[in-house]
Nanobody, 127 residues
Framework: VQLQASGGGSVQPGGSLRLSCSAS????????MGWYRQAPGKQRELVAE???????NYAVSVKGRFTISRDNAKNTVYLQMSSLTPEDTAVYYC??????????????????????WGQGTLVTVSS
């Protein structure tokens, strides 16, 4: 299983960016999927996610400015970021908790639940 993120870059304050993250591989089901970020010298924090019940959760600091959406058929989530400020500068990581699948020698289906991270994409907000 791999998570491939894209869409980071540099933008001026007040600008917008859209991040994408696609999960690929032997995926049986996805429990949750979303975005975290880590700014220099800070801990990684949740930005936005679809939780295991399908509900969206946002960090207080991004509510009203960021919107997470998804395409279930493509195992893809998007993060539309608007009204960006320098405080949004960070490496953004895609995250998913999912079941991958495999078959043993007797063709018995086996599922393995695990947490996966994308490679991170840098978002820089600066004038």
């Amino acid at each position: 299983v791999q998570l491939q993120a894209s869409g980071g870059g540099s933008v001026q304050p007040g600008g917008s960016l859209r991040l994408s993250c696609s999960a690929s591989g032997k995926i049986f089901s996805i429990y949750s999927m979303g975005w975290y970020r880590q700014a220099p010298g800070k801990q990684r924090e949740l930005v936005a996610e679809f939780d295991s019940g399908g509900k969206t959760n946002y960090a207080v600091s991004v509510k009203g400015r960021f919107t997470i959406s998804r395409d279930n058929a493509k195992n893809t989530v998007y993060l539309q970021m608007s009204s960006l400020t320098p405080e949004d500068t960070a490496v953004y990581y895609c995250n998913a908790v999912l079941d991958s699948y495999s078959y043993d020698d007797s063709q018995q289906l086996s599922l393995l639940k695990d947490t996966y991270w994308g490679q991170g994409t840098l978002v820089t907000v600066s004038s």
